[in-house]
């Protein structure tokens, strides 16, 4: 079982819409949740981070964490076809000596004019 | 503030030859990190450096590879001899020290990646 999992989609929502990204854990002691958008050809940049369960909004983005179900959301409202990228859940494992990121594949976002 | 920075930024190489990827991080981030991802392929971790030391290198492929962090600055990734399989993106990435054990984890900054291929 991978560490995080992501659906690779592509996930296609028409501009102005509500884009819902999703993203599952294995480890419990997981702590830190990171989206990050991946433009074609480009390096991964961080959009979002959260720490508790709940919601975390900034701008147009809204990142929900549940740990007990081991999960971590990303929506995007008002979606933009500049918002077309690959996103990135990322989760951090820091224990005593142990840090680590775990990645998944990433969603394709298409978002249509 | 300079980002994390890497070169080459493209690398077209035969197989069985060397190849050098640099990687400066953020100015003043102790902790440096290698990633890879190849086609189709998730982000995998390679290892972790805690200023000149190897915190963690579990993610390293085999003995071809061979990553250094020389006074803690810039780190040095060689693959030495290169395969088809090494093909990638090789992404070095920074953050600040830990907050400690239990604490959450430091953002991660990436930079733009190293591209290699291997033929």
């Known amino acids: 079982q991978k560490e995080v999992e992501q659906n690779s989609g592509p996930l296609s929502v028409p501009e102005g819409a509500i884009a819902s990204l999703n993203c599952t854990y294995s480890d419990r002691v997981s702590q830190s949740f990171f989206w990050y958008r991946q433009y074609s050809g480009k390096s991964p940049e961080l959009i979002m981070s959260i720490y508790s369960n709940g919601d975390k909004e900034d701008g147009r983005f809204t990142a929900q964490l549940n740990k007990a179900s081991q999960y971590v959301s990303l929506l995007i409202r008002d979606s933009q076809p500049s918002d077309s990228a690959t996103y990135l859940c990322a989760v951090n494992i820091d224990w005593n000596n142990f840090n680590k990121f775990y990645f998944g594949s990433g969603t394709k976002l298409n978002v249509k004019p | 503030e300079a980002g994390v920075t890497q070169f080459p930024s493209h690398s077209v190489i035969e197989k069985g030859q060397t190849v050098t990827l640099r990687c400066d991080p953020i100015s003043g981030h102790d902790n440096l990190y290698w990633y890879r991802r190849v086609m189709g392929k998730e982000i995998k971790f390679l290892l972790h450096f805690v200023k000149e030391s190897k915190q963690d290198e579990s993610g390293m492929p085999n003995n071809r590879f061979l990553a250094e962090r020389t006074g803690g600055t810039y780190s040095t990734l060689k693959v030495q001899p290169a395969e088809l399989e090494d093909s990638g993106v090789y992404f070095c990435?920074?953050?600040?020290?830990?907050?400690?054990?239990?604490?959450?984890?430091?953002?991660?900054?990436f930079g733009e990646g190293s591209w290699l291929t291997v033929v």
């Open positions: 990435a920074s953050s600040q020290d830990r907050g400690g054990a239990g604490q959450p984890g430091n953002t991660i900054y």
